[in-house]
């Protein structure tokens, strides 16, 4: 059943992408509230404004896959905090675009944020976007666990 579970999370996560509208290569800004949908007893998946959000919540803490737009973190800390804590144990960032990596503005002052090592070199040294050279991610809101082949995170029992 666990396998089963994993593979519903990691097909909602990698599967499951909603885009930015945009305009003249700027993001439109809205009001956006996260939608939280169960999966499993343990697994949910939250959809923001950018890429879905998995999270696997348990006693040992939340591990969510992704933390969305920058501009969604709050309405997300608040979804986070409904099921069990508004604060991550660990971040999984699964690529660089900032529907997937924008919340470790705020996840990264008290979460582990974990990516494979080109995700931490491109927030290091985005490229331009849109003709427009971005910033630089802070220290804070950098993977501070990063791996190149492979890696096995262990935790609530999955």
Known sequence: MRKIGLFIFATLVFNSTFFAHTEHGHRYTQDVTVKTQKVTEYIYMLQGRGGNVAALTGAEGILI??????????????????????????????????????????????????????VRKRLLDPPEIFGEKTSAYPAYALPILTYTESMTVHLNGE
């Open 65 to 118: 896959v992704d933390d969305d737009y920058k501009q969604v973190s709050e309405e997300l800390r608040d979804a986070l905090k409904a099921l069990g804590s508004a604060t991550p144990k660990i971040v999984l960032n699964t690529h660089w675009h900032g529907d997937h990596t924008e919340g470790n503005f705020l996840f990264g002052k008290d979460s582990m944020i974990v990516a494979h090592t080109n």
